[in-house]
């Protein structure tokens, strides 16, 4: 994984956290898990592109999406999405 990588999972407290995978903090938290992804595909995208790995309620990878960079004038096809 790149350090330019998020992740997007739910805390003990129900908070749903975006944070980056190389960091310790949390990046921004959040009410629901739509809006952390928001943030974390608005960020990786800014950027210069990455992966979005969002995990599930039982803390397992649920799904991992592979953003282009913004400017990016032939982005690769995602299968999953």
Known sequence: MKS?????YKRDDGKWVEKSV???RAGSL???QKAAIS???DRLINSG???????GLDGKIRSKDTIAP???PF??????H
């Open 4 to 8: 330019n990588d998020r992740i997007v």
């Open 22 to 24: 190389s960091s310790n």
């Open 30 to 32: 959040h009410d629901t």
């Open 39 to 41: 943030k974390g595909r």
């Open 49 to 55: 592109g990455g992966e979005l790995i969002t995990k």
């Open 70 to 72: 913004g400017n990016d």
């Open 75 to 80: 982005p690769p096809k995602d299968k999953e």
